[in-house]
């Protein structure tokens, strides 16, 4: 028997002796016990109890104060939570860990959130640097929303002489100066898989979405200065430290290039007891890094596949191999999903389609033949039904018992029949209720019909039809107490309600923001919800979300996050 089996099983004979009613008789003591609060288990049974016991990182009691104070020894910690709310960690099933392999030269601009500021910005930058050197950044979405994006005009009056490249979501950013170096000219033709912004007169405007776009306009910039594992192993250790004020104990990272991974082990290995726990999507060519050559995309992705000697699950409680990820279409920050109808005021135009079905199909069908698990972007209509319909033929060609793939996002609504397949076939949904918050009034809004609208971003009509939706960021923001907030208020960042019939109960927000997660990555038996045998992962709220305002919720105080029964972050009082 192995180290993780013998270890689950100790656990789980220990757990079925603390349930019995000899409480007092066993020797067993806890290392630490947090007490007098309000528990939510997730669990059956109790929807609240009052006190938790913790050993060796794992849970091996939940009930009454009376009950589990009887496991308190010499040595055991004890924790009141003076009638404090507690959660199951938080799982958050989409995060993006940048600076791994980040490029040294990047400025972070992601608090800027006016034009005129980071026209400032980049004015600074010049001047600190020769003339012809490349000046980089990154936006946000939220901040600086596509209405307060410089053109290239603009930008060309405070950076003549520096090229420019600005980062935010899906679209990037360029000046005069580096189309020019790019050779990219007013005749240029958009990318396969991207897109060229144009004025009235034709124009590019010096804004180009998707991968696709950002290597049109990068193609004469020099490579980045080679990052030091060292210092790509401390930004990824900063990142995963800063999700713990958050209440955030697991993420799914959705999608590190196989040439990475050694990054996020090795800050495991070093670090990893400190930090969040982490299942990691391995990132396909398709998509990501090829999109001119299909053939050659397939190529590559199953010779990467197949090169690999690991699959989905591979690795241990800290850290983890989740799905494979690839990317149908755009996104909302840069309206380029794809969608089945046209969008508003665009007779024309459906989005941006990154990988063709057959090339997909190609991919999705080896890799769930070598038994990896499949969690694919899709999130307009369109890419969710050919994501769907993908799965279905490979699911019909070679029938897989749990095979739990998985659609990122499900922006927009499909058809009523790729639903039905989506119950029929057991795909689940990782699904950012954040995204209804944050770009509803940005970008959904001026891109859908209002009978789109109304159940963009869906969560009920879903789970109507039985299928199982898991909550998560995206990074936008990233906050599991504005997910939840969206997704029981469903309104925007500017107050107004984004299609109310899709309002999720807040109990199964919590839910989906805790239990589901584990399920979509199969580890529904470890974590998500507290009870004997599972993981000790808990976040302790300064107020009780069960009975507070909901318009409170995002203000929420965090004020102790805990992994492995380890208190990894506390608030200062």
């Given at each position: 028997?192995?180290?993780v089996?013998r270890k689950a099983?100790i656990v789980?004979?220990?757990?079925?002796?603390l349930a019995s009613?000899?409480?007092?008789q066993t020797?067993?003591?806890a290392?630490?016990?947090?007490?007098r609060?309000k528990i939510?288990?997730n669990a059956?049974?109790?929807?609240?109890?009052e006190?938790?016991?913790i050993l060796?990182?794992?849970i091996?009691a939940?009930g009454?104060?009376?009950?589990?104070?009887?496991?308190?020894?010499?040595t055991?910690r004890i924790v009141d939570?003076?009638?404090r709310t507690?959660l199951?960690?938080?799982?958050d099933?989409?995060?993006?860990l940048?600076g791994?392999?980040a490029d040294?030269?990047?400025q972070?601009w992601?608090?800027?959130?006016?034009?005129?500021?980071l026209?400032?910005?980049l004015?600074?930058r010049a001047?600190?640097?020769?003339?012809?050197?490349?000046?980089?950044?990154?936006l946000?979405?939220?901040?600086m929303?596509?209405?307060?994006l410089p053109?290239?005009?603009?930008?060309?009056?405070v950076t003549?002489d520096h090229?420019?490249?600005?980062e935010?979501g899906h679209?990037?950013?360029g000046n005069?100066?580096t189309?020019?170096?790019?050779?990219v000219?007013?005749a240029?033709?958009?990318?396969?898989g991207?897109?060229?912004?144009?004025n009235?007169k034709?124009q590019a405007?010096?804004?180009?979405?998707e991968g696709a776009?950002k290597r049109?306009?990068?193609?004469?910039?020099?490579p980045?200065p080679p990052?030091?594992?060292?210092v790509?192993e401390k930004g990824l250790?900063a990142?995963?430290?800063?999700?713990l004020?958050l209440g955030?104990t697991s993420?799914n990272?959705a999608g590190?290039?196989p040439?990475?991974?050694?990054w996020?082990?090795?800050?495991?290995?070093?670090?990893g007891?400190?930090?969040?726990?982490?299942?990691?999507q391995?990132r396909?060519?398709p998509?990501?890094d090829?999109?001119?050559?299909?053939?050659?995309g397939?190529?590559?992705?199953?010779a990467?596949?197949?090169?690999l000697?690991?699959?989905?699950?591979f690795?241990?409680?800290r850290?983890?191999l989740?799905?494979v990820?690839?990317s149908?279409?755009g996104?909302f920050s840069?309206?380029?999903?794809?969608t089945?109808?046209p969008?508003?005021?665009?007779?024309?135009?459906h989005?941006?389609?990154?990988i063709?079905?057959d090339?997909?199909?190609?991919v999705?069908k080896?890799a769930d033949?070598?038994?990896?698990?499949l969690?694919i972007h899709?999130?307009g209509?369109?890419?969710v039904?050919?994501v769907?319909d993908?799965y279905?033929r490979?699911l019909?060609?070679?029938p897989?018992a749990?095979?739990r793939?998985?659609v990122?996002?499900?922006?927009?609504?499909?058809?009523?029949e790729?639903?039905?397949?989506m119950?029929?076939?057991?795909?689940?949904t990782?699904?950012q209720?954040?995204?209804?918050?944050?770009?509803?009034?940005h970008?959904a809004?001026p891109?859908?019909s209002?009978?789109?609208?109304?159940?963009?971003?869906?969560q009920m009509?879903l789970?109507?039809?039985?299928i199982e939706v898991?909550y998560g960021?995206?990074?936008?923001p990233?906050d599991?107490?504005?997910?939840?907030y969206a997704a029981?208020?469903?309104?925007?960042?500017d107050?107004?309600?984004?299609?109310?019939?899709?309002k999720v109960?807040l109990?199964?927000?919590i839910r989906?923001?805790?239990l589901?997660?584990?399920?979509?990555n199969f580890?529904e038996k470890e974590r998500?919800?507290?009870?004997?045998?599972?993981?000790?992962?808990?976040v302790?709220?300064?107020q009780d979300?069960?009975s507070?305002d909901?318009e409170?919720?995002?203000?929420?105080p965090?004020?102790?996050?805990i992994?492995?029964?380890k208190?990894?972050?506390a608030?200062?009082q």
């Amino acid at each position: 028997m192995g180290y993780v089996a013998r270890k689950a099983w100790i656990v789980g004979a220990l757990c079925t002796q603390l349930a019995s009613s000899a409480w007092a008789q066993t020797p067993v003591t806890a290392d630490v016990i947090f007490e007098r609060g309000k528990i939510v288990t997730n669990a059956p049974g109790p929807e609240t109890v009052e006190a938790v016991a913790i050993l060796g990182g794992r849970i091996i009691a939940a009930g009454t104060t009376e009950q589990v104070h009887k496991l308190a020894g010499a040595t055991t910690r004890i924790v009141d939570l003076k009638g404090r709310t507690v959660l199951p960690g938080f799982y958050d099933n989409h995060i993006h860990l940048g600076g791994s392999g980040a490029d040294p030269r990047q400025q972070d601009w992601s608090a800027i959130n006016s034009k005129a500021d980071l026209l400032a910005a980049l004015s600074a930058r010049a001047a600190a640097l020769p003339k012809g050197s490349w000046i980089l950044g990154t936006l946000t979405n939220e901040n600086m929303p596509q209405e307060k994006l410089p053109t290239r005009w603009e930008m060309d009056r405070v950076t003549p002489d520096h090229p420019v490249v600005l980062e935010r979501g899906h679209i990037t950013l360029g000046n005069s100066l580096t189309m020019k170096l790019s050779g990219v000219t007013d005749a240029t033709p958009a990318p396969v898989g991207g897109d060229i912004d144009r004025n009235a007169k034709g124009q590019a405007i010096g804004w180009f979405r998707e991968g696709a776009g950002k290597r049109m306009i990068t193609s004469a910039m020099p490579p980045a200065p080679p990052n030091p594992d060292e210092v790509a192993e401390k930004g990824l250790k900063a990142q995963l430290e800063a999700l713990l004020p958050l209440g955030i104990t697991s993420i799914n990272v959705a999608g590190m290039r196989p040439n990475t991974l050694r990054w996020i082990q090795q800050t495991y290995a070093r670090w990893g007891e400190a930090l969040p726990r982490s299942t990691v999507q391995l990132r396909l060519s398709p998509g990501h890094d090829s999109y001119d050559d299909p053939a050659k995309g397939v190529a590559a992705s199953i010779a990467e596949l197949e090169n690999l000697s690991f699959i989905t699950g591979f690795g241990g409680d800290r850290l983890r191999l989740g799905a494979v990820k690839m990317s149908i279409d755009g996104g909302f920050s840069a309206a380029a999903f794809y969608t089945i109808e046209p969008y508003p005021n665009h007779d024309d135009y459906h989005g941006v389609v990154r990988i063709d079905q057959d090339t997909l199909y190609k991919v999705a069908k080896r890799a769930d033949a070598l038994g990896w698990q499949l969690g694919i972007h899709a999130i307009g209509d369109a890419a969710v039904k050919m994501v769907v319909d993908v799965y279905a033929r490979v699911l019909d060609e070679a029938p897989r018992a749990d095979h739990r793939h998985f659609v990122h996002h499900l922006s927009v609504l499909p058809p009523e029949e790729t639903l039905a397949k989506m119950e029929k076939y057991h795909i689940l949904t990782a699904s950012q209720p954040n995204f209804t918050y944050s770009l509803g009034p940005h970008n959904a809004a001026p891109a859908l019909s209002a009978e789109r609208l109304a159940t963009n971003n869906p969560q009920m009509s879903l789970i109507r039809h039985n299928i199982e939706v898991s909550y998560g960021s995206d990074g936008m923001p990233t906050d599991p107490r504005v997910g939840i907030y969206a997704a029981v208020t469903r309104k925007g960042i500017d107050g107004k309600v984004y299609g109310p019939g899709e309002k999720v109960p807040l109990k199964d927000a919590i839910r989906m923001y805790t239990l589901a997660p584990a399920y979509l990555n199969f580890l529904e038996k470890e974590r998500g919800s507290i009870e004997p045998g599972k993981v000790g992962d808990l976040v302790v709220l300064g107020q009780d979300i069960l009975s507070v305002d909901p318009e409170r919720i995002k203000e929420i105080p965090i004020d102790m996050t805990i992994v492995a029964g380890k208190v990894l972050y506390a608030r200062a009082q």
